[in-house]
């Protein structure tokens, strides 16, 4: 893109996990981890994933109400994590955010007119005559009555407060505005009312927009672009209408098959994907989404059909996590015999009685016997060495997947097919970035 608005780097929020009353660093909460995007001047470019994945904190780091830990923030050619002094003020005007939660955002015991003032105050623009024209202007062009400026956030509706907070984060003419789950936790209807003025703001004032949200049906109405997140990571961004029929990574197909049909009665009622999100203290290795994916390779020479390999997968991650319920299985199978047992457990992971390749069925049966055994570690560390997968070895890099898009996925990785024999636990490449 050439002369983005705001360009996104390596963008890197690590928070440090402390222990004791001095403090030491146990460990860091990876929140964003090498997260890189551009903005096109006017261009709404949206962020999405599920909770937790990171989205605010890239948002915050962007316009600097967080200090990021690594990468770079360029908006409009200036280094905004270098800025001080008049041209971070300068920034702060130019660059704002509509909170997630507009309700804690308003001061309840301002005016909703002394609430969008304030920021033209703080920055010393016009007089008070001349500021209260800008605020009754500004009020009516987000739908708000000239009597809605003596009102207290107490007074107002949910719907009437997000439209507040747009106001404010307009009121000092941006060219950038990050807007958190804008409408998140409205009726449909109101939501729909808010997008239609968000879409017309930015229209009017060619406003650039990063617009996070979960929400992947209320995404595909406003944004031009659409950058998907997982633990802290970008695994995809593609043009929206591209995103949606053509997604390129199995997280966005997941993520996709979750969102309920587009009626809007349905809208924000979403299934969850199956599987706990891994701690983004602790995420997984190579491919982040391994742990979940419906789609994660099978090891090379195996002959395992995608569900089964999957299930096993699962099973895998139990046993070494030590989350194998093996009173579960007694109870399903009725009897401490370890066969049965074994059955059990396959039927609880939807693993086939019998795998359809005789060599991988081998490893499980002893794998399981061990399991059932008491011995769960042992189970999954054989099993690891006897299945491996490049989505666990190697962090994947990013395809092409059509124009404008790409995504991240060993399943388009040339060199796997030349490198997959090789495979082998405790020689794999270090993980690349
Ligand atoms: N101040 C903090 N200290 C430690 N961890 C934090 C802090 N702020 C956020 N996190 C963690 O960073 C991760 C990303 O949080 P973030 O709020 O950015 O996610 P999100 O995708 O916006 O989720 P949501 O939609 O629920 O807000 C989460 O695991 C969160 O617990």
């Excluded at 860091?28 to 949206?46: H, P």
Aim: aromatic residues 4%.
């Amino acid at each position: 893109m050439s002369d983005p608005l705001l360009a996104v780097r390596n963008l890197e929020k690590h928070y440090p996990i402390t222990e004791g009353v001095l403090r030491r660093e146990v460990g860091r909460v990876r929140a964003v981890d090498g997260v890189t995007f551009e903005v096109a001047r006017g261009e709404t470019l949206g962020l999405v994933g599920e909770s937790g994945c990171g989205k605010s904190t890239v948002g915050r780091c962007v316009l600097r109400l967080e200090e990021p830990t690594g990468g770079e923030v360029v908006f409009d050619g200036e280094d905004v994590l270098a800025l001080s002094g008049r041209a971070r003020k300068r920034f702060r005007r130019r660059a704002q955010l509509v909170p997630q939660d507009a309700a804690a955002s308003l001061d309840p015991r301002m005016s909703v007119g002394q609430s969008v003032a304030e920021p033209l105050a703080i920055h010393g623009y016009g007089d008070r005559e001349r500021r209260r024209a800008v605020v009754a202007d500004l009020l009516e062009r987000v739908g708000l009555d000239a009597d809605d400026v003596a009102r207290y956030p107490h007074e107002l509706s949910g719907g009437q407060k997000r439209r507040v907070a747009i106001a404010r984060a307009l009121v000092l003419n941006p060219a950038l505005v990050v807007a958190d789950e804008p409408v998140a936790g409205l009726d449909v209807s109101v939501q729909a009312a808010i997008l239609r003025l968000l879409a017309r703001v930015r229209d009017r004032f060619d406003l650039a927009m990063l617009f996070v949200s979960h929400d992947l049906s209320v995404v595909r109405e406003v944004c031009d672009r659409v950058a998907v997140m997982y633990l802290g990571e970008l695994v995809e961004l593609a043009p929206t209408e591209r995103l949606f029929t053509d997604p390129g990574h199995p997280y966005t197909r997941a993520l996709l098959s979750a969102v309920p049909a587009r009626h809007p009665r349905e809208r924000g009622r979403g299934t969850e994907l199956p599987g706990d999100v891994p701690s983004p203290a602790n995420p997984p290795p190579g491919c982040r989404f391994h742990t979940r994916c419906p789609e994660v390779i099978p090891p090379p020479d195996s002959d395992f059909g995608q569900g089964a390999w999957r299930a096993v997968m699962t099973l895998r991650q139990d046993l070494a996590a030590d989350d194998l319920d093996l009173r579960f299985a007694r109870e399903l199978a009725g009897t401490d015999d370890p066969d049965a047992l074994a059955a059990a457990v396959r039927r609880a992971y939807d693993v086939p009685a019998e795998l359809s390749d005789p060599a991988a069925e081998r490893v499980l049966t002893a794998a399981l016997a061990t399991a059932v055994r008491g011995d769960g570690r042992a189970a999954a560390d054989r099993l690891a060495d006897e299945f491996p997968t490049v989505c666990e070895h190697r962090h994947p890099r990013r395809y092409r997947a059509g124009e404008g898009q790409w995504a991240t996925c060993h399943l388009h990785d040339e060199a796997l097919d030349a490198n997959a024999g090789q495979i082998v636990r405790n020689e794999m490449p270090r993980e690349e970035r």
